[in-house]
């Protein structure tokens, strides 16, 4: 099956810092997901992706669709407290649908104050 | 506001006793609800697909005789874990698939089989 690599794995920085986080795939992928998850709660989304070169911001997050389809970033800048969480890249291979998600294994975000 | 919900969020039972897990669409009539499993540190890993009216569709290496799956109405499906055994000790997320063709995760039920 699909395997989303996911990098970096953790990651420590100080609060007001940028961060960039991406994921890749041998696969290509028709729809990219990123998700943030904080601890004891399900995943929440953060970004949606649909064509390939699409960049999307969400306040101060912004993700991008690689224009080969098989890689996403996701930045975030001037980072705060509230960010920690674990943040999950997710793709789908299924046309329209997101039925079919893959998960990354994850980059877990501490922000230092 | 939440588009999906969960219940319990939270459940400890013994060995070999059977837990329900429930998972409820709250903004959207959904066909198709997915389970998800995950152990701590690691990512989702899909259980199975929960189909309205149908029967589920287990993704390979899940048991469905372990793990049972009720879609009964457009806003509810139902896992129930029978015959529990410490290594099914989890965290169990359900979702919907809406909107813009995205997922939206529920809040997750912690099961501990003890």
């Known amino acids: 099956g699909q395997q989303l690599n996911q990098s970096p794995q953790s990651m420590f920085i100080q609060e007001g810092e940028d961060v960039s986080m991406n994921c890749t795939s041998s696969?290509?992928?028709?729809?990219w997901l990123w998700y943030k998850q904080e601890p004891g709660e399900g995943p929440v989304l953060l970004i949606a992706l649909y064509k390939a070169g699409e960049l999307t911001s969400n306040g101060r997050l912004t993700a991008q669709f690689g224009i080969t389809r098989k890689d996403s970033f996701l930045n975030i800048s001037a980072s705060i407290p509230s960010d920690v969480g674990i943040y999950f890249c997710?793709?789908?291979?299924?046309?329209?649908?997101?039925?079919?998600?893959?998960f990354g294994s994850g980059t877990q975000l501490t922000v230092l104050p | 506001g939440a588009v999906v919900s969960q219940h319990p969020s939270r459940v400890i039972c013994k060995s070999g006793t059977s837990v329900k897990i429930e998972c409820r669409s709250l903004d959207f009539q959904a066909t198709t609800m997915f389970w998800y499993r995950q152990f701590p540190k690691q990512s989702l890993m899909l259980m199975a697909t929960?189909?309205?009216?149908?029967?589920?569709?287990?993704e390979q290496g899940v048991e469905k005789d372990k793990f049972l799956i009720n879609h009964a109405s457009l806003t509810l499906s139902t896992l129930t874990v029978t015959s529990a055994h410490p290594e099914d000790s989890s965290f169990y997320i359900c979702?919907?698939?809406?909107?813009?063709?995205?997922?939206?995760f529920g809040p997750g039920t912690r099961l501990t089989v003890l």
């Open positions: 997710a793709g789908d291979t299924s046309s329209g649908s997101a039925r079919q998600l893959t």
């Open positions: 979702s919907v698939v809406a909107g813009a063709d995205t997922q939206y």
């Open positions: 929960s189909n309205e009216g149908s029967k589920a569709t287990y």
């Open positions: 696969s290509i992928f028709n729809t």
